[in-house]
């Protein structure tokens, strides 16, 4: 089985930063595309972020030029550095991981979910 556990969301006024990770353990003989997904209240889960392998790196047009994401494979990482944060951002920011297991079998795995919210 692999675990994802996020962290460093929080409660951040408008024009601020946060710094959010994802650290993978478990049954893992290497991952894939790493990203991050949001979800705000009535609405659907959004793709934030993501990042392949070799590095290539793709963004929503609501983030890009505000938000950075980047992994440490050697720790089985993904960060999110989210810079101009807007009250538009408050979400529930998820984690998502395509791992390869040490059988070789190709698995998506969630995080459980991390809150961000932008308010004076």
């Known amino acids: 089985q692999v675990q994802l556990v996020e962290s460093g969301g929080g409660l951040v006024q408008p024009g601020g930063s946060l710094r959010l990770s994802c650290a993978a353990s478990?049954?893992?003989?290497?991952?894939?595309?790493m990203g991050w997904y949001r979800q705000a209240p009535g609405k659907q889960r959004e793709l934030v972020a993501a990042?392949?392998?070799?590095?290539?790196?793709n963004y929503a047009d609501s983030v890009k030029g505000r938000f950075i994401i980047s992994r440490d494979n050697a720790k089985n990482t993904v960060y999110l550095q989210m810079n101009s944060l807007k009250p538009e951002d408050t979400a529930v920011y998820y984690c998502?991981?395509?791992?390869?297991?040490?059988?070789?079998?190709?698995?998506?795995?969630w995080g459980p979910g991390t809150q961000v919210t932008v308010s004076s």
């Open positions: 478990g049954n893992i003989f290497s991952i894939n595309d």
């Open positions: 990042i392949t392998s070799g590095g290539s790196t």
């Open positions: 998502k991981m395509n791992v390869v297991t040490y059988v070789r079998r190709t698995f998506d795995f």
